[in-house]
DNA sequence: GGCCATGACTTGACGCTTCAAGTAGCGGCG
DNA sequence: CGCCGCTACTTGAAGCGTCAAGTCATGGCC
């Protein structure tokens, strides 16, 4: 069979490494700052930057790279914090619309400029703009290539 | 505050996909073809690279980057079908020895071909040599940047 | 207009991870 | 030689994600 070369193979475990520890970090320092999980605040990124703060379910979903199923237990929590609301779509009930509230803008505010600045010296300053840029583009280039067709 | 520009802010949601894609697919794949979880295989994989397919638990939690609680679980499972076995060190009882069984031995086998294909497929065969080391070295970069000391 | 298929969630059970307490072997110190 | 503390796990409960099975509104088809 078609092993890997040694070079192959440190590459491929510096990347294995990097997917384990930087989501772990992130995660790390928005619950100890802010008591949000990475995705949680992705949600209420999302909603804090849409017109009226307003999110079908199904969107954020897809925003998140969150299964329907797991948003809807995740935001059921945050509704419980009084960080969302969600009501149904009054132009089609078959929607959900999540609606962030006062509270939880405050929240997103507070939590927004530690978890920068965490991304920023873990990441954006230790590589130059051009290492960051292709970065990016390798990372474009391997999520191009999963099928993600299986989803629900 | 100091924001992200529009350049940085696109990288970094890429490599966010990165993080979250990636590994999901790695997961599913050998899940569906081998009936094996990434850190699973990590494991069968890590014993079976080692003298005499013997582990200590604590050198297994730190190269799976899986903290010892998990680890434990997760081996007691495995250990469960027939997988792994477990024994105390016959030297120093504290330690705890995890030792593949030939049908663990097996499962690897018959997973690391389709392991090894599927990451080529979606890493290896999509970069450049070059891009590949360089991604590799990002990563590494990024990974040398983080704080590990706050497990356990 | 009634029925049925479909799409958009929601729910409950189960599995895995985490977190906080345990337990247990050994080395050291009096 | 007996206790003490440390290290290396193990365990049980609680939280979160996934999977499969609901629910419920709508739109189309007769």
Redesign the pocket.
């Known amino acids: 069979m078609n092993w890997l070369t040694d070079a192959q193979l440190d590459s491929w475990l510096s990347v294995v490494r990097l997917m384990t520890w930087l989501p772990?970090s992130i995660d790390q320092q928005l619950?100890r700052d802010s008591g949000l999980?990475m995705?949680e605040y992705q949600v209420l990124a999302m909603l804090s930057e849409s017109p009226r703060r307003i999110m079908?379910?199904?969107?954020l979903?897809e925003v998140t790279n969150?299964?329907?199923?797991?948003?809807?237990?995740?935001?059921?929590?945050l509704e419980g914090r009084g960080l969302v609301r969600?009501e149904?779509?009054p132009?089609?009930?078959?929607?959900?619309?999540a609606i962030l509230t006062d509270k939880g803008f405050k929240t997103l505010a507070g939590a927004a400029p530690g978890h920068v600045a965490h991304v920023r010296s873990l990441v954006i300053d230790v590589l130059s703009p051009e290492q960051l840029r292709r970065l990016g583009l390798a990372a474009d280039r391997i999520v191009s290539r999963i099928d993600t067709s299986a989803i629900d």
């Open positions: 772990w619950r999980g995705v079908r379910m199904s969107s979903a969150a299964s329907l199923s797991r948003l809807s237990h995740l935001v059921k929590r969600r149904p779509d132009a089609d009930g078959r929607f959900t619309n």
